[in-house]
């Protein structure tokens, strides 16, 4: 059984908008609904929880009703901060996976995420129990040494990019997650799954990746989404 778990609990403060960037409607359409079209198309995969801003549910099932979204089995209610959304559908499918289940994590504001890729982080997952999406990193970066200096930098060679979907079997899902909360590792606002894993002496592996797989956090972001469907057109 393969469940996608998509976060769509935050509130998108540099939107500048007045509504949660989920629910930003483009093109007819609220963003979180093309994220979930992605998975709903998928031949491989299940089922899908969605981990829903509180007080915004009975907004989703009606956009999940007109949309004809059947996959969509759950809508259960966020967390403060992102580790705590996921950890939340998590816990939730205690009483609905099976441990050997693939469970797929993504952001509900990453609309374009291409069937390849998921497939590509399905087949990662099965074969090594978890995968990231990724992609190479091809600026330079480089290290502080004051505000206004540097004198060091990071042979680009050596980094990757990690982003969403991600992929894990859902007992090694269920028991980190018991154990973060335990130990208090790796469940800050700005962890994530990934993170939290290596934290906990997880070895992650590469699935493949897609430029056009943003995160729509900004204005600018969302004017690139736009001008995505409109290549797509």
Request: net charge negative; with cysteine.
């Amino acid at each position: 059984m393969i469940t996608a778990i998509i976060i769509a609990g935050g509130v998108g403060k540099r939107m500048g908008q007045d509504i949660p960037k989920q629910f930003i409607i483009v093109e007819g359409k609220p963003i979180i609904i093309y994220t979930l079209e992605s998975f709903q198309n998928h031949p491989q995969i299940d089922r899908i929880l969605v981990v829903c801003k509180e007080g915004w549910e009975d907004t989703l099932w009606a956009y999940v009703k007109e949309f004809k979204l059947s996959k969509v089995q759950w809508i259960i209610q966020g967390g403060r901060i992102g580790q705590e959304s996921i950890n939340n559908g998590v816990q939730f499918l205690k009483e609905h996976s099976s441990p050997e289940d693939t469970i797929i994590i993504h952001d509900g504001i990453r609309p374009l995420v291409d069937e390849l890729v998921l497939s590509d982080v399905i087949v990662k997952c099965k074969e090594h129990g978890n995968a990231v999406t990724s992609l190479p990193y091809n600026e330079q970066i480089f290290i502080k040494t004051t505000d206004e200096t540097t004198n060091q930098y990071v042979d680009r060679n050596t980094l990757r990019r990690v982003s969403t979907p991600q992929a894990y079997t859902y007992d090694k899902l269920l028991a980190a997650y018991d154990r973060a909360l335990a130990e208090n590792i790796g469940m800050t606002d700005s962890s994530y799954t990934n993170t939290m894993m290596v934290d906990l002496g997880e070895t992650l592996y590469f699935a493949a990746g897609s430029d056009k797989n943003i995160k729509l956090t900004t204005t600018d972001d969302l004017e690139l989404f736009k001008a995505y469907l409109k290549m797509k057109d």
